[in-house]
């Protein structure tokens, strides 16, 4: 029976946040403590960035979080390097 390489690891991103694929279009974004900070949405031919945030009641609050600085960033496809350079900054 022959086997397959196994591919190699994809290394850490270097920086605090996380992408998680969801399906072919989205990508959810969290931080190092696996807190959901937002999601990455495939628009067309471009990637933008929606933050989420939580009430005091933990209902869903779209655009908010502490990325909503960053919320409608644009990037040109799901890398988590990318992702951390714009928005990583944004969580000082």
Do not use: Y
């Amino acid at each position: 029976m022959t086997h397959a390489p196994t591919p190699p690891a994809e290394p850490e991103a270097a920086g605090p946040l996380r992408l998680q694929p969801v399906n072919a279009g989205v990508f959810s974004v969290h931080g190092r403590d696996g807190a959901h900070l937002g999601n990455l949405k495939q628009i067309g031919s471009r990637w933008k960035f929606k933050a989420v945030g939580h009430d005091a009641a933990r209902q869903v609050e779209p655009g908010g979080g502490p990325l909503t600085a960053g919320h409608n960033a644009v990037f040109s496809e799901p890398d988590a390097a990318a992702v951390n350079a714009v928005l990583a900054p944004l969580l000082l």
